[in-house]
């Protein structure tokens, strides 16, 4: 289900108060809510009625009161969920029915545009998997009775509007409860309301971001009375939720739209669909399957209901009787009643009575379990005989002719006629509905993909803009000139009784196909694709010209034969000499090849020897050049390790000779010591003259001048300073 407007129709904006609106060409909110609630006031037993039909379709079929009730007497909650199975058959018998849509002119002059109209209708239905949806259609119009599509115009690449089919939910839909067609062709007002994010609010309506972030802080109290599977409020402040409506209505004649939250006007406007005739019609398509007395539409499991509740608690029943035990026993029979029960139920019980008492089953129980499989049979009987019966889906048929076959088979589609007819109705219209669309909104160039009846894919162009003879520019294929109307063309139901004739015709021998082959290929099971083309086939065959005298044929094939037999001799001996020529030019041009394929590897060898030999001799200079230079950088090297050597030796020598020369002044000093102690010895003996204190001090210092100094040696051993 969507909620979204054609971007390229004009849209006005209101909202705020919920005062009339100023614009008469719309109806004011009040009036559109007041439409709204209108509905859920009158047809409240018809959305209880739907929600119900929706739970027994899918199994939920007990109450919480009858499953509590059940409980208590210990009986087991059994679900034997046929109304699923039959509407399941239901929506199998319309998919077997050929229901394809096929354009027909209304006019003479555009007898040529209907099969162009009917390719271009088939690739819109492609193009939005309508096989798919007229078959979801087909189980919800079953289960709710109400059932539909809403158009929607989309932005195509085609420089114009793709057209967009969206399924209708009945549980969303809203319509006039006084309509009573079962094509709401008599609804003033139709419209869905759904929960939406307000993320997805502002997407769809950015102008109105504003306001929606308004509704969300402000809340809303409006809520319904209808009790439903989905709360109808319109504003969830705590999910961040909204419920919009898209309402269409008639307005003077015309079909408008309102999307509004609340009392607050999202977009309005006028509908962009109009028919045939220019008249406005809505995005909404529905169809019912029935319409009761009250105006009321309800779908296949109104009848079946009463019948499918029997089949649940009657083999709930049943099932209850055979778990259980009734006794019935005199007063005292046992001890304890509670022990004797249990051991009753037991399927190797014990059970002791007292002496002279009786104690015996209840043999009526297996008259009520009897009972009751009578009346379930009969309640499967009711569900199994209503609508698409065992013959109508190909059960329990095999021993029966065709004739008995297609009987059962009528009888069962004629209480699925109404639903038929009326389903069969709401897809004419859809499809007229989708004709007019395309042909108002689809303007631009296009090109359009059909299949033929051998599945072969096609190509042609719509609205192609071409020169014609005159040299003024004409469109073909021009979609929106072509008045065509829409039929289903669907194929006759005639298998059955084709299996009767070909049966009859078998019994006639192979001699009557040999004679009357067009009759047999009719009447035999093929498809009608493959009938046609066989009897075309046999058609020229008839009308081909008579065969000549077998005599006369002999003869000329037996002329034709030598005259065939001398051209083979002529074109071997031909092809014989061509073929000997051939092999010697081919001999001859493979010699040629040969001798330039050797000059050419002669011519190679000897360059690519003389490539080596420059390289050689490339490397021997290079190789002389390193050697020369690696000669002469040893000799620099040893002349720098002999001067180096040398100043070693030099270093040594003076230090040697520094140490000789210490040593020998040190001697000297030694010397002069020692002569002066003995003077010094002399002169003690002697008287001290006056100036022996002077004397003193000159040998005190010359005393302290001749110290032997302290040698300063490196770790080599040679001399490097004396302190």
Not at 472 to 492: C, H, L, T, Y
Not at 639 to 666: L, W
């Amino acid at each position: 289900m969507e909620l979204s407007v054609a971007a390229s129709e004009p849209m006005a904006s209101g909202g705020g108060s919920s005062s009339p609106d100023s614009n008469d060409q719309y109806l004011s909110v009040d009036k559109l809510k007041k439409q709204y609630y209108d509905y859920l006031g009158a047809k409240t037993s018809e959305i209880e009625e739907a929600r119900q039909s929706r739970h027994y379709y899918h199994g939920d079929q007990w109450t919480e009161q009858e499953i509590a009730v059940l409980q208590r007497r210990k009986q087991p909650v059994v679900t034997s969920n046929r109304i699923e199975r039959k509407i399941n058959a239901v929506v199998g018998i319309v998919e077997k029915l050929r229901q394809d849509p096929k354009a027909y002119a209304r006019t003479p002059q555009h007898e040529q545009g209907a099969d162009v109209a009917t390719a271009v209708m088939r690739y819109a239905l492609d193009t939005n998997d309508w096989k798919s949806k007229s078959t979801r259609n087909a189980r919800l119009g079953a289960i709710d009775g109400i059932a539909g599509v809403e158009f929607d115009l989309e932005t195509g690449d085609q420089g114009d509007p793709d057209l967009g089919i969206h399924i209708v939910y009945a549980d969303a839909f809203f319509y006039d409860p006084r309509s009573f067609d079962e094509g709401f062709t008599d609804a003033r007002y139709m419209g869905i309301a759904k929960w939406i994010d307000v993320d997805q609010a502002k997407e769809l309506i950015p102008s109105k971001a504003s306001e929606i972030d308004d509704l969300m802080e402000a809340g809303s109290d409006i809520t319904s009375s209808a009790d439903q599977d989905r709360e109808r409020v319109w504003v969830n402040t705590s999910l961040k939720r909204l419920r919009l409506v898209d309402h269409w209505y008639i307005c003077k004649g015309k079909w408008c739209w309102t999307l509004y939250i609340g009392n607050t006007v999202m977009m309005q406007g006028e509908s962009p669909f109009h028919d045939e005739k220019g008249r406005t019609f809505p995005r909404f398509l529905m169809f019912s399957a029935n319409v009761d007395h009250d105006g009321d539409r309800y779908g296949f499991v109104r009848t079946l209901k009463s019948a499918q509740d029997e089949i649940n608690m009657r083999r709930s029943k049943a099932l209850h009787l055979l778990n259980t035990r009734r006794i019935i026993s005199e007063k005292g029979a046992v001890d304890d009643v509670e022990i004797a029960r249990r051991e009753w139920a037991k399927p190797d019980g014990w059970v002791e009575t007292n002496p002279g008492l009786k104690m015996v089953p209840d043999e009526s129980a297996n008259q009520d379990f009897s009972g009751q499989l009578e009346m379930l049979q009969e309640s499967k009987n009711e569900i199994e005989n209503f609508g698409p019966n065992p013959a109508l889906v190909g059960e329990g048929l095999q021993d029966s002719s065709g004739r008995a076959i297609a009987l059962l088979q009528q009888a069962g589609m004629a209480e699925l006629g109404p639903y038929l007819s009326s389903f069969k109705n709401w897809k004419i219209r859809v499809y007229r509905c989708i004709w007019n669309i395309i042909t108002e909104h689809w303007k631009a160039e296009r090109w359009i993909r059909v299949t033929d009846d051998q599945n072969v894919a096609q190509f042609f162009q719509i609205n192609k803009l071409e020169v014609d003879q005159f040299g003024r520019p004409a469109i073909v294929n021009a979609i929106g000139s072509m008045d065509v109307d829409f039929i289903i063309d669907e194929g006759q139901d005639a298998i059955n009784m084709q299996a009767d004739a070909f049966g009859v015709l078998q019994s006639l021998g192979p001699q009557f196909a040999q004679q009357f082959p067009d009759i047999a290929i009719e009447l035999s099971p093929i498809e009608q694709v493959v009938k046609t083309k066989m009897l075309k086939k046999i058609q020229a065959a008839q009308q081909a010209p008579p065969r000549p005298d077998p005599s006369v044929m002999a003869a000329q094939q037996k002329a034709q034969l030598d005259a065939q037999v001398a051209t083979d001799k002529a074109q071997r001996e031909a092809a014989q000499a061509q073929q000997a020529s051939q092999q010697k030019q081919a001999e001859f041009a493979m010699e040629q090849q040969r001798l330039a394929e050797k000059a050419a590897f002669d011519r190679k060898q000897a360059s690519d020897q003389a490539e080596f030999d420059w390289h050689l001799e490339s490397s021997k200079s290079q190789r002389q050049m390193e050697l020369e230079e690696y000669k002469a950088t040893q000799q620099i090297r040893l002349k720098q390790a002999e001067t180096v050597a040398n100043v070693q030796i030099s270093r040594e020598k003076n230090a040697v000779d520094a140490e000789a020369k210490q040593q020998d002044q040190e001697l000297r000093h030694a010397d002069m010591r020692e002569r002066s102690a003995q003077k010094q010895e002399q002169d003690r003996q002697k008287p001290e003259p006056e100036t022996s204190a002077i004397m003193k001090k000159m040998v005190a210092l010359l005393e302290q001048s001749s110290k032997p100094k302290k040698v300063i040696r490196d770790n080599a051993g040679r001399l490097v300073g004396v302190e």
